[in-house]
């Protein structure tokens, strides 16, 4: 059984920092491409950032540029974002998923939600002074 667990979450005021932790379970991690989206209350599900299967590429939504990294740690089946320089408009429910994609380049990083197969719950952050 899949399962995919955010954490790291909270409330942080504006300019500070937080990192978000997603620990994996059921899956050969290193074959899997990985993401964080976010919700805003009212709005739609939206791309964050995104890492290929090898590492070597990763991808940001426009407003996560510079503010945040998304990395892997496959020894402990583990995703991370790290995000700087926070805003109150950062404030969102963030989810990690993760998608097989196996017939595509180790290299493909995929921003599209629909490309996803397992998420998590989620994990609150809310930006506030």
């Known amino acids: 059984q899949v399962q995919l667990v955010e954490s790291g979450g909270g409330l942080v005021r504006p300019g500070g920092s937080l990192r978000l932790s997603c620990a994996a379970s059921g899956i050969a991690f290193n074959f899997y491409i990985l993401g964080w989206f976010y919700q805003a209350p009212g709005k739609e599900r939206e791309f964050v950032a995104a890492?290929?299967?090898?590492?070597?590429?990763?991808i940001y939504a426009d407003s996560a540029k510079g503010r945040f990294t998304i990395s892997r740690d496959n020894a402990k089946n583990a995703m991370y974002l790290q995000m700087n320089s926070l805003e109150p408009e950062d404030t969102a429910i963030y989810y990690c998923?993760?998608?097989?994609?196996?017939?595509?380049?180790?290299?493909?990083?995929?921003?599209?939600?629909?490309?996803?197969?397992?998420w998590g719950q989620g994990t609150q952050v809310t930006v506030s002074s």
């Open positions: 890492i290929s299967r090898n590492g070597g590429t990763a």
């Open positions: 998923a993760v998608t097989r994609k196996s017939g595509y380049s180790s290299n493909y990083a995929g921003r599209g939600a629909s490309e996803y197969d397992y």
